[in-house]
């Protein structure tokens, strides 16, 4: 027969049995938990960069090639380029060869408005610029794609 005293001591050590248990799995937890501090403190303290490095930025470049009349018409200091009223001008957009990216279209500022072209890849963009009055051109390289609605494309005439 079984008494009340031997059942109460088996709860009592099953009790002491279940916070053995929890109090090493916690003791366990907080050993792995200081390991990993102490590797991570380590690792932070002792971290080199051997050799040099050196992170670069994509550029994006054109080559601009305007002409008048087979004349070929050269930059001013600030990069624009002088057009004269009443005249026809080719313009061709290249991708630079110096370019490290690939993709980029070009902005031109024609009379203070700013027209765009369709992506200048590893073609080129041939157009047209009739100006109305004595005016400066400015071509400006953009990196990445354009979302302008309309954009310069082969042929195209601006005024």
Not at 61 to 84: F, K, P
Request: aromatic share 10%; net charge negative.
């Amino acid at each position: 027969m079984v008494t009340r005293d031997s059942q109460t001591k088996s709860v009592e050590k099953l009790t002491d049995k279940a916070f053995s248990r929890f109090f090493l799995t916690s003791l366990l937890a907080l050993l792995v938990a200081l390991g990993a501090l102490a590797s991570t403190t380590y690792a932070w303290y002792t971290n080199s960069i051997s050799g040099s490095s050196t992170l670069t930025a994509a550029f994006y470049d054109i080559s601009v090639s305007l002409e008048e009349a087979g004349t070929a018409v050269t930059a001013q200091e600030d990069g624009s380029y002088h057009l004269t009223a009443g005249e026809s001008y080719t313009v061709t957009l290249k991708r630079s060869s110096h370019a490290t990216a690939e993709k980029g279209y070009s902005e031109i500022v024609l009379s203070g408005v700013s027209h765009f072209t369709e992506q200048i890849n590893d073609g080129q963009i041939t157009f047209n610029i009739e100006p109305t009055t004595d005016t400066d051109v400015f071509f400006i390289p953009q990196l990445g794609t354009c979302t302008a609605e309309e954009k310069i494309a082969n042929g195209v005439i601006l005024h």
